[in-house]
């Protein structure tokens, strides 16, 4: 079983520190012309914790070993599923009643890897994630529309964009290497 990690806390309801800690992991993304550079962060919205964090790319493989690109979410789950020996899919068993993820893009619900998209894993978390904090709303550079937020939203998850004036930050971290 892996060891767990020391992240920060931030005071209940910050959300320019966990949206500026989720743009630190994105920076930790390598730069592409064929990827985003997303950051994210799952939080105990009651204490303030982060439980987590993940960037695109920061594992080489998905969590079952396919070949294809590691989103941000998915390398946040990875690290729960792996600090307390789960399937991924099992992690909202060991979850806070109120985690939340801050992610500085909109989780996708389309991969052209054919990998399991983010908003199919925040949704087969059966409630376990209520609120997904987003930066910005993914371009149409690779996907022309994704509809990551309506189909969260159709399944109960609320999407909200907290920090407006950080969106131009947001997107030119993103789409470093562009």
Request: charged share 20%.
């Amino acid at each position: 079983m892996a060891q767990p990690s020391v992240y920060p806390s931030f005071p209940v309801g910050d959300h320019v520190s966990f949206m500026e800690y989720a743009i630190e992991q994105a920076r930790k993304s390598p730069p592409a012309g064929n990827k985003f550079c997303v950051g994210a962060c799952l939080v105990d919205e009651d204490t303030g914790k982060v439980l987590s964090t993940g960037y695109s790319l920061e594992y080489p493989r998905d969590y079952k070993g396919d070949l294809g690109t590691t989103h941000a979410e998915q390398c946040c789950f990875i690290k729960i599923a792996d600090e307390h020996n789960l399937p991924e899919e099992a992690i909202g068993q060991v979850l806070p009643a109120n985690t939340v993820l801050y992610t500085t893009m909109e989780p996708c619900n389309e991969r052209l890897s054919g990998n399991t998209t983010c908003a199919t894993r925040i949704i087969r978390l059966n409630g376990a994630i209520k609120t997904v904090y987003v930066g910005i709303r993914e371009p149409g550079t690779f996907i022309k529309h994704n509809d990551g937020q309506e189909r969260l939203e159709a399944h109960g998850v609320k999407v909200v964009y907290p920090v407006e004036h950080l969106k131009e930050k947001i997107t030119q971290v993103s789409m470093a290497g562009h």
